[in-house]
């Protein structure tokens, strides 16, 4: 198979190590095991488990935990995976081949069509835009789905923080089933809302047709434990979807299994831990780019812990970043791994003191693009 690289991660391979400031995780900061631990009042006895395979659909008692988190779905709704990413793989991989057409949100994390696209699918991509505070244009979609087998959608939005509106949201979903296409709905930015207010309802809340995907990496602060999961009440879909599985990962590791459990037990204290952590830096963020407003400008996100900037310099997005990392030693994600110019890719859900110093750095950098030192 030929297929073409994820060049975000690509652009992490080559640089996060050698940076002394990291600005490009998409996540909160992550939990050590004794913190995870601790802090939901376990011990290390309670994560004693039998180091054999585990159920190829997720351990169940980890699949009622996050079955709770949406209406009306039982424990057989759920698919357990390793990370949100192996849920996304899965998805495209049954409902995707050659002759497939999938249309999707556009720019976002690229693995969510990419797999579409290497599979040989002819990719549509129905383009948020600045001006429009990237919100999604739903008589563009109307227009582009035709063939269409998959829709994607990815709500909060990486790269930019956007929030969907549950109007606009169930609008996406009647397009859907009016058409009977599937609908690939990733949330694994849902519930790091500033305004619990700016929270749409998870998609298979809504439609027969909606799968949702999420995991404990970005919100949770446990991206380690790889465990993300699908939600789906359409049993014949969700069975054709679960069987790929069997050919990518058998199950997911035991121990990890067990330690999702323990933090979905304490889900709200773990919410309400990434959601300090994330209005905290935002604030932070917001001021550093008022002060810089004379040649940074953005849409400031409403949620999550990632945002895009754009820089009035004449100079392409790797040259830019490049540039910081050679001179500065922060790591920051060139808009070019999400195809789009001129802007670059800041995560805020680390430490908050390194995060005023990685800000600050980047205000030295660009001095001297504007010569001024
Ligand atoms: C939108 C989105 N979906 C899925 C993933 C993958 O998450 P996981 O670590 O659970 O595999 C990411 C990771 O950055 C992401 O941003």
Same mark, same amino acid.
């Given at each position: 198979?030929?297929?073409?690289?994820?060049?975000?991660?690509?652009?992490?391979?080559?640089?996060?190590? !050698?940076?002394?400031?990291?600005?490009?995780?998409?996540?909160?900061?992550?939990?050590?095991?004794?913190?995870?631990?601790?802090?939901?009042?376990?011990?290390?006895?309670?994560?004693?488990? #039998?180091?054999?395979?585990?159920?190829?659909?997720?351990? &169940?008692?980890?699949?009622?935990?996050?079955?709770?988190?949406?209406? !009306?779905?039982?424990? %057989?709704?759920?698919?357990?995976?390793?990370?949100?990413?192996?849920?996304?793989? @899965?998805?495209?991989?049954?409902?995707?081949?050659?002759?497939?057409?999938?249309?999707?949100?556009?720019?976002?994390?690229?693995?969510?069509?990419?797999?579409?696209?290497?599979?040989?699918?002819?990719?549509? #991509?129905?383009?948020?835009?600045? !001006?429009?505070?990237?919100?999604?244009?739903?008589?563009?979609?109307?227009?582009?789905?035709?063939?269409?087998?998959?829709?994607?959608?990815?709500?909060? =939005?990486?790269?930019?923080?956007?929030?969907?509106?549950? #109007? %606009?949201?169930?609008?996406?979903?009647?397009?859907?089933?009016?058409?009977?296409?599937?609908?690939?709905?990733?949330?694994?930015?849902? $519930?790091?809302?500033?305004?619990?207010?700016? +929270?749409? &309802?998870?998609?298979?809340?809504?439609?027969?047709?909606?799968?949702?995907?999420?995991?404990?990496?970005?919100?949770? $602060?446990?991206?380690?434990?790889? @465990?993300?999961?699908?939600? *789906? #009440?359409?049993?014949?879909?969700?069975?054709?979807?679960?069987?790929? +599985?069997?050919?990518?990962?058998? *199950?997911?590791?035991?121990?990890?299994?067990?330690?999702?459990? @323990?933090?979905?037990?304490?889900?709200?204290?773990?919410?309400?831990? /990434?959601?300090?952590?994330?209005?905290?830096?935002?604030?932070?963020?917001?001021?550093?780019?008022?002060? =810089?407003?004379?040649?940074?400008?953005?849409?400031?996100?409403?949620?999550?812990?990632?945002?895009?900037?754009?820089?009035?310099?004449?100079?392409?997005?790797?040259?830019?970043? +490049? /540039?910081?990392?050679?001179?500065?030693?922060?790591?920051?994600?060139?808009?070019? *791994?999400?195809?789009?110019?001129?802007?670059?890719?800041? $995560?805020?859900?680390?430490?908050?003191?390194?995060?005023?110093?990685?800000?600050?750095?980047?205000?030295?950098? @660009?001095?001297?693009?504007? /010569?001024?030192?």
């Amino acid at each position: 198979m030929k297929f073409k690289p994820f060049l975000l991660e690509r652009w992490f391979s080559k640089y996060e190590h !050698d940076c002394e400031i990291m600005m490009g995780e998409s996540g909160v900061k992550p939990l050590t095991l004794k913190e995870l631990i601790d802090l939901t009042g376990n011990t290390f006895d309670d994560i004693d488990v #039998k180091l054999g395979y585990g159920w190829s659909n997720g351990l &169940p008692e980890l699949r009622e935990l996050i079955a709770e988190h949406y209406e !009306d779905l039982d424990a %057989d709704s759920i698919v357990v995976t390793n990370g949100a990413i192996e849920a996304n793989f @899965i998805i495209s991989n049954t409902l995707l081949d050659a002759n497939s057409e999938v249309v999707t949100i556009f720019p976002t994390y690229a693995q969510l069509w990419q797999v579409g696209e290497n599979l040989g699918a002819r990719v549509k #991509k129905w383009r948020l835009l600045m !001006d429009n505070k990237y919100k999604p244009n739903i008589d563009q979609l109307a227009d582009m789905i035709e063939n269409t087998d998959l829709i994607i959608i990815n709500y909060p =939005h990486n790269p930019t923080g956007a929030v969907l509106d549950k #109007k %606009d949201l169930e609008k996406i979903c009647e397009l859907a089933e009016l058409h009977k296409i599937p609908l690939l709905s990733d949330e694994i930015y849902r $519930g790091l809302e500033y305004k619990a207010t700016d +929270r749409a &309802p998870p998609a298979v809340d809504l439609s027969e047709n909606a799968i949702s995907v999420a995991g404990l990496s970005k919100v949770y $602060g446990l991206p380690g434990l790889r @465990i993300g999961w699908l939600a *789906c #009440k359409n049993k014949e879909l969700l069975d054709r979807i679960w069987s790929f +599985r069997d050919f990518t990962s058998i *199950c997911n590791g035991v121990i990890n299994e067990k330690l999702a459990a @323990i933090a979905l037990q304490n889900r709200e204290l773990l919410r309400e831990r /990434g959601l300090k952590i994330a209005i905290e830096n935002f604030e932070i963020l917001k001021q550093w780019v008022d002060d =810089h407003s004379d040649v940074i400008s953005w849409v400031p996100p409403k949620a999550a812990v990632l945002t895009m900037l754009m820089y009035h310099f004449d100079m392409d997005s790797e040259t830019f970043c +490049r /540039g910081l990392i050679e001179q500065k030693s922060v790591f920051v994600v060139p808009g070019s *791994c999400f195809e789009t110019e001129q802007q670059f890719r800041v $995560g805020f859900g680390y430490d908050t003191e390194r995060l005023k110093i990685g800000l600050q750095k980047l205000s030295e950098y @660009i001095a001297s693009l504007k /010569g001024e030192n």
